[in-house]
């Protein structure tokens, strides 16, 4: 019986610890990364690679030339996504795209982000159109929301004008954008910010069309 007993708490002990790092799923949610290739991504190969079942931009031997981004090749309009990420390197600042595109013969990328990087931690940045933080939470509270160079949960709600988003279940921006020229469609960007030597590493992505 002792024998027994031991055995399902060994076999409890492993499913709980593969649901800790494994992948999510949750209902309704699609990867749109397989965790072992580039199909339906594009972006600059030298600069992003995959390791470990992650998207890793970016180099910690040598600086980041620029920002540099992964980016969908579908386009998404009112969705929820869900990921995990990690940014190690002094001054590490990287971001997610979203209803974004790229700019025509250039690196950039203009649309929504979701900031990542200290003093921007779970903001709302317009890259390359207001260049403005649009919402987020105090300054004083964004260190407080994530844990250093570990996997951290990112959360992005869209639904029509409104933006919400989350890191590791805090919410951190709630925002209706007023200006109804501003497109509400577009590619989703993984970035690595140009800088110093640094990474940025995203896994478990998954999203939901509303």
């Known amino acids: ?30 990867p749109p990364f397989d965790g072992k290739s580039f199909d339906g991504w594009e972006g600059n190969r030298q600069v992003f690679q995959i390791r470990d079942g992650a998207i890793v931009g970016g180099s910690l031997q040598e600086r980041v030339a620029r920002n540099e981004f992964l980016t969908t090749r579908k386009r998404y309009g ?8 990690k940014l190690l390197g002094k001054g590490a600042n990287a971001g997610v795209q ?11 990328m203009i649309g929504y ?9 779970g903001c709302l940045y317009d890259e390359s159109r207001r260049r403005t933080v649009l919402a987020g939470p105090k300054p004083e509270d964004r260190g407080k929301i994530v844990k250093p160079d570990d996997w951290n949960d990112y959360r992005i709600l869209c639904e029509g004008r409104r933006i919400r988003l989350w890191i ?12 109804e020229s501003i497109p509400q469609q577009g590619l989703i960007g993984l970035q690595i910010h140009g ?7 995203y896994r478990n992505l998954r999203i939901r069309e509303l």
């Open 168 to 179: 590791n279940g805090q919410p951190t921006v709630d925002y209706t954008e007023p200006d």
């Open 113 to 121: 982000q979701a900031d990542l990087g200290e003093g921007w931690w």
């Open 1 to 30: 019986m002792r024998q027994l007993l031991a055995f399902l708490i060994i076999c409890l002990g492993a499913a709980a610890a593969r649901g800790a790092d494994g992948p999510k799923r949750e209902e309704g949610f699609k």
């Open 98 to 108: 979203f209803r974004s595109e790229r700019v025509p013969n250039h690196h950039e």
């Open 195 to 201: 800088g110093g030597p640094s990474q940025a590493w």
């Open 78 to 85: 009112d969705f929820e996504l869900r990921l995990q990420f």
